[in-house]
């Protein structure tokens, strides 16, 4: 049984760059949130896709934007990137959005602006 | 609000002695508390986590008990080992009215030494 893998591992972009990040949920889970880990803190909540649909979505700003497929696996584009940007980027997955499931994280993409 | 305070932020302990990790949470309506552990560089992985129509539950050496009066819950590990050694996350659910959804809303961290 595969659980939640995320692409790239690391990322190391410029200000200014755009970048997206991907993960595939646990199989059988059709639920995928993104998380902002920054250095020292605890994860902070992005944004959440069931059904193809951006359900729900945390205070980012709007240059923070994401996808979900069929397949239920998710993108997360970032744009414009400031420095400020540099976190462990989690996905996580869980099985249907309404109840109070565990979510199960991929080992996140660390990324890194200059 | 919805917020969640975690503490200590760190803890020292030695091997053999027991730990314990308090929170507390600000949303009324949370009825879902997760426990991460996470170790450096790698992934929070869910360790125990207890439901609101529960006051404690255990697992080996960790339990976590929940007092929804007071809006906290906390974190117990007992003959600490030295691979326990890790950052610990606690969370609450958040739900967003009027659906159903729900968020995870986590603390900050406490960073666990357990001493040889």
């Known amino acids: 049984d595969a659980g939640v893998t995320q692409s790239p591992t690391h990322l190391i972009k410029t200000r200014g760059q755009q970048v997206t990040l991907r993960c595939s949920p646990k199989s059988g889970h059709d639920t995928v949130s993104w998380y902002q880990q920054a250095l020292g803190q605890g994860p902070q909540f992005i944004f959440q896709?069931?059904?193809?649909?951006?359900?729900q979505r945390g205070n980012f700003p709007d240059r923070f934007s994401g996808h979900q497929f069929p397949n239920y696996s998710s993108e997360l584009n970032v744009n414009a990137l400031l420095l400020g940007d540099s976190a462990l980027y989690l996905c996580a997955s869980s099985l249907i959005l309404w109840t109070d499931n565990e979510q199960f994280f991929g080992p996140g993409t660390r990324l890194t602006v200059l | 609000g919805e917020n969640v305070e975690q503490h200590p932020s760190t803890l020292s302990v030695q091997e053999g002695d027991s730990a314990v990790i308090k929170c507390t949470y600000s949303?009324?309506?949370?009825?879902?508390f997760p426990w991460y552990k996470q170790e450096l560089g790698k992934r929070p992985q869910l360790i125990i986590d207890?439901?609101?129509?529960?006051g404690e539950k255990k697992d080996q050496r960790i339990a976590v008990t929940l007092n929804k009066t007071a809006k906290h819950f906390s974190l117990h590990i007992t003959e600490t080992q030295p691979e326990d050694s890790a950052v610990y996350f606690c969370?609450?659910?958040?739900?967003?009215?009027?659906?159903?959804?729900?968020?995870?809303?986590f603390g900050a961290g406490t960073t666990v030494t357990v001493r040889a």
């Open positions: 969370a609450a659910s958040i739900r967003f009215l009027p659906s159903n959804d729900y968020k995870l809303s």
């Open positions: 896709y069931y059904e193809e649909e951006e359900r």
């Open positions: 207890i439901r609101s129509n529960v």
């Open positions: 949303d009324s309506a949370s009825n879902y």
